[in-house]
């Protein structure tokens, strides 16, 4: 059975009393979405290397480098966009502490969220 996000502010008030906090994004991408933005991340960087380069090796010769400056700004936000939201999971548990905010889990549902939680608690303690 899937948590709903009463019963997580449930578990996560049990988990970190009055400062705990859960937040859900209808808007971020699911884990597949994700991979696919990494992927297209992780593509968009080794290219982004390839045409500096080039750029460089271009400048050293001529002038005209104004296309490759274009596709380079392109890139640059293809990265931008992908940095933001391949991170983004939906579903993330912690603490509000004051003015400072503490994920101390993500997933695509509540029960991955807080299983984060208990795996980084089990990882402290070893």
Not at 74 to 95: A, T, W
Not at 100 to 121: K, M, N, P, Y
Request: charged share 40%; aromatic share 8%.
């Amino acid at each position: 059975m899937k948590m709903t996000k009463t019963q997580a502010i449930i578990e996560a008030r049990k988990r970190w009393g009055s400062a705990a906090e859960v937040m859900y994004s209808p808007k971020a991408p699911r884990k597949e979405e994700r991979e696919k933005l990494i992927a297209r991340l992780k593509a968009a960087r080794m290219e982004r290397e390839e045409v500096e380069k080039e750029i460089n090796r271009r400048l050293a010769e001529t002038p005209w480098w104004v296309e490759l400056r274009e596709k380079q700004r392109k890139l640059h936000q293809e990265i931008q966009h992908c940095q933001g939201y391949g991170n983004f999971d939906p579903c993330r548990v912690g603490k509000n502490e004051s003015i400072f905010r503490s994920i101390l889990g993500e997933g695509d549902t509540w029960e991955e969220a807080f299983a984060q939680v208990d795996q980084r608690r089990v990882e402290k303690s070893s």
